[in-house]
């Protein structure tokens, strides 16, 4: 059974800097892209970055080029995502999130190719 457990969330100031980690268990991790997604409420969920299986391939969305940073760790089945210079619009829910397939070394941003789910995790920027 495949769990997404998602930690790192809080609250910051306009400028400031957080990691997430998402732990994977349950399934054959390293041979699977997994993914950041977040959702404002009242909005879609949408894509925020992504990562092959070696970790060797990233995909960001604009909105967070050059500030946000996904890396994994396949020995310790876990993700990682390093948010800086964040600001009031990256405030949301985070979610951590396995891509349907595996031995993918192209993972997009399209929400409908993962399909298993974390509970998620709050951050919250203040101006």
């Known amino acids: 059974q495949v769990q997404l457990v998602e930690s790192g969330g809080g609250s910051v100031q306009a400028g400031g800097s957080l990691r997430l980690s998402c732990a994977a268990s349950?399934?054959?991790?390293?041979?699977?892209?997994m993914g950041w997604f977040r959702q404002a409420p009242g909005d879609e969920r949408e894509a925020v970055a992504t990562?092959?299986?070696?970790?060797?391939?990233?995909f960001y969305a604009d909105s967070v080029k050059g500030r946000f940073f996904i890396s994994r760790d396949n020995t310790k089945n876990t993700l990682y995502l390093q948010m800086n210079k964040l600001n009031p619009e990256d405030s949301a829910t985070y979610y951590c999130?396995?891509?349907?397939?595996?031995?993918?070394?192209?993972?997009?941003?399209?929400?409908?190719?993962?399909?298993?789910w974390g509970q998620g995790t709050q951050v919250t920027v203040s101006a």
């Open positions: 999130a396995r891509r349907m397939r595996a031995y993918e070394s192209y993972c997009g941003l399209a929400r409908a190719e993962f399909t298993d």
């Open positions: 349950g399934y054959n991790y390293p041979i699977y892209c």
């Open positions: 990562i092959s299986p070696s970790g060797g391939s990233t």
